[in-house]
């Protein structure tokens, strides 16, 4: 049976599909407008990005989505926070998803635009703070996601308490649901749509190196991990030779620090990590993955729209409203 349209106020998805937000430099504007133009919902992970950067991203995504919805997805624990919103607000995105932490301010920088806010939230009270701040939809995010964790719970013991608060505002489920067994099953306890990354990398539009590809295609179940990071939340990735030197707290300290987040251990540098493997340089970075990455089934790189298609497929053979 055909999954239902996602309606965010007066943004509707034919697809129920957002394509999760992947920092640094994962998902840019072209995977986020391959995916808005096949009826998903498609995002730019825009942290890490300067101002002109993330222009020129939204400028792409909006060529390529003919009409359709997208946004950016971007780290309150991010220094450039506030610069990376503004010019959101400024080039007018459908929406923008927040996480690693929870902005209020937010709200009020988008106050007298149609620019939709999603929260990421982890638990029933960030959702009921996320309502009552005037979130248009939550995102809620449990343990199977990939990059930096906000719980340790999975995402099936959380939506019960976050659809409670949510009250009519649409709930899109996130982490390890790319499959269809799992996308009916938050849809059957009442999520509104689902949120999918990990996927994704897999697509051609998709901004991630060959190397980088390459162990999500290899990846194992037993290789999937949690590291520690700078941000100070835990990040989940695939095992290799510096997530080696993390978990023995080995890595290298950062050198000339350019201070990109709020706060930072400086363990490591982990936007310099996620750069040099998205670069091609997994042997000196951080491949963050979703817990489920070794479900994939097709590990052959194909456009996103052939991707959000199966993922579509699959579920529709189990949905039952």
């Known amino acids: 049976m055909k999954l239902p349209k996602l309606k965010i106020k007066d943004l509707v998805a034919n697809v129920p599909v957002i394509q999760g937000g992947m920092a640094v430099r994962i998902s840019t504007g072209r995977l986020a407008g391959a995916v808005a133009a096949a009826g998903g919902i498609g995002i730019i992970g825009a942290s890490g990005m300067e101002a002109e ?3 020129r991203e939204i400028g792409i995504a909006r060529q390529l989505a003919r009409g359709g919805i997208f946004g950016i997805n971007v780290m309150f624990a991010a220094r450039e926070f506030l610069t990376i919103v503004q010019t959101a ?18 709200f009020k920088l988008v106050a007298g635009t149609n620019i939709k806010i999603l929260p990421i939230v982890s638990s029933g009270r960030l959702a009921r703070t996320a ?6 939809a939550i995102v809620v995010e449990g343990k199977e996601a990939g990059g930096h964790l906000g719980t340790d719970r999975s995402i099936f013991d959380i939506l019960p308490e976050v ?5 009519d505002l649409p709930v899109i489920a996130a982490g390890g649901l790319g499959f269809g067994e799992e996308i009916c099953r938050v849809f059957k306890m009442g999520a509104s749509g689902v949120q999918i990354a990990t996927n994704f990398v897999l697509s051609e539009e998709c901004n991630a190196s060959k190397q980088f590809k390459e162990m999500y295609q290899r ?7 949690l590291i520690t990071s700078p941000v100070g939340l835990p990040g989940r990735a695939i095992k290799n030779e510096f997530v080696e030197k993390i978990l023995k707290k080995e890595a290298p ?9 709020k706060n930072c251990s400086l363990e490591y540098c982990i936007i310099q990590a996620l750069i040099n493997s998205q670069r091609g340089d997994v042997d000196h970075g951080v491949v963050f993955s979703g817990e489920n990455v070794w479900k994939i089934k097709n590990k052959t790189i ?6 959000l298609k199966d993922i579509v497929s699959e579920a529709e053979e189990c949905y039952k409203p």
């Open 131 to 136: 309502k009552v701040c005037g979130a248009d």
């Open 89 to 106: 607000i400024k080039e007018k995105v459908d929406l923008i998803i927040a996480g690693a932490g929870f902005s209020r301010d937010i």
């Open 53 to 55: 950067e993330l222009r």
């Open 163 to 167: 659809l409670a608060e949510a009250g």
């Open 302 to 307: 194909r456009p996103a729209a052939d991707i």
């Open 253 to 261: 300290k950062p050198e000339g620090c350019d201070y990109c987040l």
């Open 219 to 225: 990846a194992r179940k037993d290789e999937v991990i």
